[in-house]
T-cell receptor, first 116, second 117 residues
Framework: GDSVTQMEGPVTLSEEAFLTINCTYT??????LFWYVQYPGEGLQLLLK?????DKGSNKGFEATYRKETTSFHLEKGSVQVSDSAVYFC???????????????FGGGTRVLVKP | NAGVTQTPKFRVLKTGQSMTLLCAQD?????MYWYRQDPGMGLRLIHY???????AKGEVPDGYNVSRLKKQNFLLGLESAAPSQTSVYFC????????????????FGAGTRLSVL
């Protein structure tokens, strides 16, 4: 079945450092890929998405490129801020089954802590 | 613009008690979902609904029931709570995005933290 693997955290960085969170997936067909972010005490929010190979999603200084050849969708940000401290989830939909409900398959989440 | 609202925010139950979690969305979305979030396991789908009056099982449905009597509401029930159901529960709803390839964007509530003693 479909699956998503992302690096385990926590990832601790200093402000203005470069952030990379690795995400790889297993799916047949042509899934859509997403990054969601969960700030402390809140629900998940869509951060960015990509719907086909070589698409680049971007938002709030974050970027991720859909790499079909390496089945990856790594999240990057060039200069993090304290306010970027959160848990980041990689997810896919529409892989093996463009199923009823268009369900999301999530990775385990990566906690990021940015220190001043 | 409330989005997705979950009630209650916190609850403590004793083993064997029952309860219902309510999810309400004001975005006229057809699809709704219930997830549970456990440390290191991401979110796992419990049940989902593709429209009013319909429900279907997700990845971890055992011990839970759901109902979608109205389009805007999706209820999650625990008939006899167990300690293994201690978790954070998230509700989401989704709509299709895009002209050619329909992508469903999910919007999440703030979660319900449930402890079963």
């Amino acid at each position: 079945g479909d699956s998503v693997t992302q690096m385990e955290g926590p990832v601790t960085l200093s402000e203005e450092a470069f952030l990379t969170i690795n995400c790889t997936y297993t799916a047949t067909g042509y899934p859509s890929l997403f990054w969601y972010v969960q700030y402390p005490g809140e629900g998940l929010q869509l951060l960015l998405k990509a719907t086909k190979a070589d698409d680049k999603g971007s938002n709030k200084g974050f970027e991720a490129t859909y790499r079909k050849e390496t089945t990856s969708f790594h999240l990057e940000k060039g200069s993090v801020q304290v306010s970027d401290s959160a848990v980041y989830f990689c997810a896919l939909s529409g892989g093996r089954i463009k199923a009823a409900g268009n369900k999301l398959t999530f990775g385990g989440g990566t906690r990021v802590l940015v220190k001043p | 613009n409330a989005g997705v609202t979950q009630t209650p925010k916190f609850r403590v139950l004793k083993t064997g008690q029952s309860m219902t979690l309510l999810c309400a969305q004001d975005m006229n979305h057809e699809y709704m979902y219930w997830y549970r979030q456990d440390p290191g396991m991401g979110l796992r789908l419990i049940h989902y609904s593709v429209g009013e009056g319909t429900t279907a099982k997700g990845e971890v449905p055992d011990g839970y029931n759901v109902s979608r009597l109205k389009k805007q509401n999706f209820l999650l029930g625990l008939e006899s709570a167990a300690p293994s159901q201690t978790s954070v529960y998230f509700c989401a709803s989704s709509y299709p995005f895009g002209d050619y390839q329909k992508i469903y964007i999910q919007y999440f509530g703030a979660g319900t933290r449930l402890s079963v003693l």
